[in-house]
């Protein structure tokens, strides 16, 4: 397990300066600034219907897709404006990929659910598809399951299978950080052991962001924890953003701690 | 009181849904019982598939109509299909939502038009359309798939429209969420995922276009003779029912009624095929 601490000179991968978002005239997120860390885990916590999905898809621009949705603010990756007016969404999110909550493998073959994105993005030879398939197989543990079945339909997997499938294919078009909406909720305990296990071994390599209903996982995965909470204004507000540890041991906000130790959500 | 009413209701809808399966079997029963015994006499190898149609002499071949059925029903297919699934991705998947309420209905309406008119229309225009700038009669094949191509959109692309919006949003979250352009989510994921559907939707317009009727009678020649081009007028199984039932009796009569049954049994084919596709999932 990691050690929950981060290195004082982590670098920022991704940045919000005041960003709000709205869905037509409804106010969703406001005024949120924080700094996400290179090669770490944050987790998005905080009662249902405050935001924490909206918000992490902010980061690869999912929200575009829902009509009369706008943002204002700023978002950086690297120093790659999110939102700037010349921004291509597509090549965001081929650095930004993402995982949902439930397992959405396409109704194709394993091989091909992974080959997909890379072939997509312009690799044609059989034999570099190949290591692809493999390599990403292999980061997820998933490889040694499925390496004689790798014409079956991916939906013939187990759930937990799957979601790791999708794991795989997110990866393997090499994104730099990777988005994770619920990603254990529709899995039995095993499975959402073996996926926090695959966290920390993608963190060595990826920035990752998870949101998750289950505080106990937010303790175990998350080196940082962002809090947010609907306030009386009906706004998704950050109440509270810092290093996991010391949220869950001595949280600073009142709201948080009656939170995180169940008083409420 | 209530409860007699209840009873009564019930078995008013039972009636009247049994009528209308009884017409099914009426028909079904009066076609077989007319027109078997014939393909029976002929055999039915020699009646599909021989050349001669003659009813004067006795002779009952149908294969030239098989084939005048199979080339407009395939010219309709290759005319009517690329542009019918191109049409309901448009509506799904690009249409603002104000363009894609007009275009709806309006898609519809084209089902609504009476087939006599899409066959007056050929004749009008198509016809010598179709002679200036290919040459040959005009009634050919070709204006004959022209025709059954525009009639069988509004099949295919409702049919296809339906199954590409039923597809679960995840796919295509899932396939935008890897990088991939709103294009090819469409073509590698999406018509993948709805091909199911949009198979369905191309056979059941396949089913009309192999049954239409008036229209094609209009615009098609009607020659009894296998084509050599796709200039050539040909006539279908369902226009050999239409020109001579008028003046048929006898043999000759049933003979139509077992075109009929050869028509009868290419549908329901066709139907089933549809039903297994889409519920195989």
Redesign the interface.
């Known amino acids: 397990m990691t050690d929950n601490v981060l290195s004082s000179n982590q670098r920022v991968k991704l940045r919000t300066d005041s960003l709000n978002l709205f869905y037509g005239s409804f106010h969703a997120l406001g005024d949120i600034s924080m700094e996400i860390y290179d090669r770490s885990i944050t987790a998005i916590i905080g009662p249902s219907g405050c935001g924490k999905s909206t918000l992490l898809r902010v980061f690869?621009r999912?929200n575009d897709?829902i009509p009369g949705v706008r943002v204002e603010g700023e978002v950086l990756l690297d120093d790659f404006s999110v939102y700037g007016k010349n921004t291509d969404v597509?090549?965001?999110?081929?650095?930004v990929?993402?995982v949902?909550q439930?397992p959405?493998v396409?109704?194709?073959s394993i091989y091909d659910n992974i080959a997909?994105?890379p072939r997509?993005?312009g690799i044609k030879r059989t034999r570099q598809l190949d290591e692809i398939v493999e390599h990403s197989l292999c980061q997820v543990a998933l490889w040694g399951e499925v390496k004689d079945d790798l014409k079956k339909s991916g939906l013939e997997l187990t759930p937990g299978q799957q979601q790791r499938l999708?794991i795989a294919?997110?990866i393997a078009?090499e994104p730099d950080v990777i988005l994770m909406d619920e990603s254990c909720s529709a899995l039995d305990p095993e499975s959402t052991m073996k996926i926090e296990e695959l966290m920390f071994s993608l963190v060595e390599k990826y920035t990752i962001i998870i949101v998750t209903h289950n505080m106990e996982q937010a303790l175990r995965v998350s080196d940082m924890a962002a809090f947010l909470m609907i306030g009386q204004d009906r706004i998704g507000k950050l109440v509270e953003y810092g290093p996991t540890i010391g949220m869950f041991s001595s949280p600073k906000d009142k709201r948080t701690e009656d939170y995180i130790t169940g008083r409420f959500g | 009181m209530k409860k007699f009413k209840e009873q009564l209701s019930g078995r008013v809808f039972f009636a009247l849904a049994l009528s209308s399966i009884s017409a099914l079997a009426l028909i079904t029963v009066f076609i077989i019982a007319n027109g078997a015994p014939l393909i029976a006499d002929v055999g039915v190898v020699k009646f599909i598939f021989g050349m001669e149609w003659a009813p004067s002499r006795g002779e009952f071949g149908i294969f030239p109509m098989v084939i005048g059925s199979v080339t407009v029903t395939l010219g309709a297919a290759v005319i009517g299909v690329p542009i019918g699934v191109c049409c309901s991705v448009f509506l799904a998947e690009f249409a603002p939502k104000a363009m894609s309420t007009i275009f709806r209905p309006a898609i519809q309406l084209l089902a609504g038009i009476p087939s006599v008119v899409y066959g007056f229309w050929g004749l009008i225009f198509v016809v010598p359309a179709v002679r200036n700038l290919f040459g040959g009669p005009g009634l050919s094949i070709l204006t004959g798939s022209i025709i059954l191509g525009v009639m069988i959109l509004p099949t295919v692309i409702s049919i296809s429209e339906v199954s590409i919006l039923a597809l679960p949003r995840q796919y295509k979250e899932g396939a935008l969420a890897l990088g991939m352009t709103h294009w090819q989510t469409i073509y590698a994921v999406m018509i993948p995922a709805a091909k199911s559907g949009i198979v369905a939707a191309v056979i059941l317009g396949i089913g009309r276009a192999i049954g239409e009727t008036m229209a094609v009678i209009m615009v098609l020649g009607n020659a009894v003779s296998v084509p050599e081009s796709i200039l050539d007028p040909v006539r279908t199984l369902t226009t050999n029912i239409g020109i001579e039932m008028g003046y048929a009796s006898g043999e000759h009569q049933q003979a139509l009624f077992a075109t009929g049954i050869v028509l009868f049994v290419a549908i329901m084919i066709l139907n089933s095929f549809a039903q297994y596709i889409t519920r195989r999932k």
């Open positions: 690869n999912m897709l597509v090549s965001l999110r081929r650095k990929g993402m949902f439930r959405n396409f109704p194709k997909i994105g997509k993005h999708c294919r997110a078009v």
